[in-house]
């Protein structure tokens, strides 16, 4: 078990440094030792292999191992590993352009994330769920969902309530509100440079929805090209291109 449980960590920690060969071998390597098992390794194991391949934009092998992970989470009804793979389930479901299971992977974490301890996963399952009533032109709807998310992050989850902001930052520029856009942008970038703790499950939230000063600096960008400031968009995104690096 331990040594199927180090692997999973060193797969992880090998895609973060752009390793995809390696940490896909150690994922496998973890999932055989994890084999004969329990049921709660099992899980972790395979949720640290699908974070693995979603790093490595690996869709189908997401796929396959988030379902396995969810079959042995639900087996001993383990929320913490339940829910990971949850969010994995909607993050290769958007792959896939199934909004449909995207939204309902999305609303069971909802209604699974109701205790303190994952406050960060009902923000960002909230300001998922608000980019895709964004995406389907419902501004009001988003925004509430947004602002629900904020509410929710406030004091938890410093990640959720950068994401939550910048997704809060484009509603607000598709309704016209320029200054308020920006304003939100630029807390998350004022944000992003405090020194402050980076807890292991942020990097699990960093790798299927990237860094929200990215989507900060991508924000003011496009703000910037529809004021005709050409030359300020483009280094806004050279900049972006660094803080996704």
Not at 51 to 71: C, E, F, K, M
Not at 227 to 239: I, N, Q
């Amino acid at each position: 078990v331990q040594s199927a449980l180090a692997r999973a960590m060193l797969a992880l920690a090998l895609n973060q440094v752009g390793d995809d060969q390696r940490a896909a071998k150690l994922a496998e390597e973890a999932r055989e030792a994890s084999e004969a098992g329990d049921h709660g390794t099992a899980a972790i194991v395979r949720v640290c292999g699908a974070v693995a391949a979603v790093g490595a934009r690996n869709v189908s092998s997401a796929a396959a191992l988030t379902a396995d992970a969810l079959r042995h989470a639900e087996a001993i009804d383990y929320p913490f590993s339940r829910l990971a793979a949850t969010l994995l389930e909607a993050w290769v479901a958007e792959q896939q352009a199934d909004e449909k299971a995207a939204v309902d992977a999305y609303m069971r974490v909802l209604e699974g994330a109701n205790q303190p301890y994952f406050a960060n996963h009902a923000a960002f399952a909230l300001a998922r769920l608000g980019s895709h009533a964004l995406g389907r032109g419902n501004l009001l709807e988003a925004e509430e969902l947004f602002r629900r998310a904020l509410a929710a992050a406030d004091g938890a989850s410093p990640w959720a309530t950068a994401y939550a902001r910048v997704e809060l930052g484009r509603a607000r520029a598709a309704a016209g509100d320029a200054d308020t856009a920006a304003r939100l942008y630029r807390q998350v970038l004022d944000a992003s440079v405090r020194p402050r703790p980076h807890r292991m499950r942020e990097r699990f939230f960093v790798t299927i929805a990237g860094n929200p000063a990215t989507g900060a600096l991508h924000g003011l960008a496009d703000l910037a090209a529809a004021r005709g400031e050409a030359e300020a968009a483009d280094e806004l995104r050279a900049r972006a291109e660094l803080a996704a690096a």
